[in-house]
């Protein structure tokens, strides 16, 4: 894995061949429908993944589909996104043990806004032959009439067939609404409508989308008499079984920086396990085999250095928030692990600042005090209780064993001011190498 990684405008030398057999030795695809390798070896296709706007952000469960477009547009293929404006106002039954509590169009519309945001870090929209297209099905369904989609649409998919769908059949004890029976007929439109309007033969998504592609493979084939196609990609679960996106705490990781900071979608990276890391490079990684194997090798012989994780998280921060973003997120890293400096400290946004220690003690202190000035001593007794006693602060700074601010405190008359506040709140203190405390100056 190159430190600097290409851009997502560049593309791979790739036949169609080349590009299942890539997509294989990734572990990115886990069904496909007869005859798919042949129509993918007959020429450059169209494909598309849709993304239901049901949360503010993508998360970065959702990277897998996406990374499949990504290849596909790197192998010469036109790939689509769609948004769904109108689908996301009935949710999906599929991998959901209960109902979708269903969202206001408002919502709909401003998450659908930025998924479209998010998605151009993958796909390249322009300056290309074969530029990615984004497209909102809410553009085709808001002029469907009830009973002209029932007569035009659902005539062609009996209720047996329906059924037969896991998706269904997985729902039937807990309770379905037709809300969500319905589902498959709106996406298997999608593919119907973006055949016959933009020569898309190809869908792509999840293995627990299975069903819902293949009822627009069927649409297609009874509407239109068309030939479409389907490959999904295994749902990724951990190494300890927990589902991928999530942090130990439960947690989703989230592509909006406002929801995820660039420091703990880093970390989430970095902490990956072993096993897990070989897999997830394969996957999200945009560098080709032959520089991926070498990798792996050195990671296998050597998994104490976390090469791979290291590589995985840059390449995965820069590409979702930036270069400069990764940078901080790893001068983050070295002041938490390692040695770090006051003013790498002092750069860190509020935010990252809060995600680097939570869970670490905290105390509050009153801003007319910080204002007027704490002697060090009573600042780490009296006013915070990082040390039971003056006695005890004192042989503790005097054997120089605080920090504050990453900076060593050399002396006992040391006196702590709004000067030392970091972003205008907040005050470090560090016993020993590893012991931290937060103290929150409020008011």
Not at 16 to 24: I, V
Not at 88 to 108: A, T
Request: charged content about 25%.
């Amino acid at each position: 894995m190159r430190r600097q990684t290409r851009t997502h405008t560049e593309r791979l030398p790739m036949t169609a061949p080349d590009l299942l057999d890539d997509l294989r030795w990734r572990g990115m695809v886990q069904d496909t429908t007869a005859d798919a390798d042949k129509k993918l070896a007959a020429g450059p296709i169209t494909v598309y993944v849709g993304f239901d706007p049901t949360a503010p952000s993508l998360q970065i469960g959702n990277l897998v589909p996406i990374m499949l477009l990504t290849h596909f547009q790197r192998a010469g293929h036109k790939p689509i996104a769609l948004v769904g404006g109108a689908t996301g106002m009935v949710g999906d039954p599929s991998g959901k043990s209960e109902e979708r509590v269903l969202q206001s169009i408002d919502s709909i519309r401003a998450n659908a806004d930025r998924f479209k945001t998010q998605l151009r870090k993958f796909l390249a929209f322009e300056g290309t032959s074969n530029a990615a297209e984004m497209v909102d099905n809410y553009d085709w369904f808001r002029e469907f009439g009830l009973l002209d989609f029932l007569r035009d649409v659902g005539k062609h998919l009996t209720v047996t067939y329906m059924m037969a769908k896991d998706s269904v059949q997985q729902r039937l004890q807990a309770g379905l609404s037709f809300t969500e029976f319905s589902y498959q007929l709106l996406q298997g439109y999608d593919f119907y409508w973006l055949y016959t309007n933009k020569n898309c033969t190809f869908q792509a998504g999840g293995s627990d989308q299975w069903g819902n592609i293949t009822a627009g493979t069927e649409l297609v084939r009874r509407m239109c008499g068309g030939e479409a196609h389907a490959l999904t990609c295994p749902l990724l679960t951990k190494a300890d079984g927990t589902k991928f996106g999530k942090t130990a705490a439960g947690e989703r990781i989230w592509l909006d920086a406002s929801m995820t900071s660039p420091y703990r979608f880093y970390q989430f990276w970095l902490n990956c396990a072993d096993d897990d890391a070989v897999r997830f490079v394969k996957i999200f990684s945009l560098s080709p085999r032959e520089e991926l194997e070498p990798l792996i090798a050195q990671h296998q012989a050597a998994p104490h250095t976390r090469i791979l994780q290291k590589a995985l998280a840059r390449e995965m921060t820069t590409r979702i928030h930036s270069e400069e973003e990764c940078r901080k997120a790893i001068d983050a890293s070295e002041i938490l692990f390692g040695g770090g400096t006051t003013e790498m400290l002092a750069q860190l946004s509020e935010a990252d600042l809060l995600a680097m220690f939570e869970g670490v003690p905290r105390s509050t202190v009153a801003r007319s005090e910080i204002d007027a000035g704490v002697g060090i001593v009573d600042f780490l007794s009296e006013k915070t209780g990082i040390f039971p006693s003056k006695g005890e602060a004192k042989r503790m700074l005097q054997s120089g064993g605080v920090s504050v601010n990453k900076a060593k405190v050399s002396g006992v008359d040391v006196v702590v001011t709004g000067e030392s506040l970091l972003s205008g709140k907040y005050v470090l203190v560090q016993k020993g190498k590893k012991n931290y405390h937060l103290v929150v100056v409020e008011g």
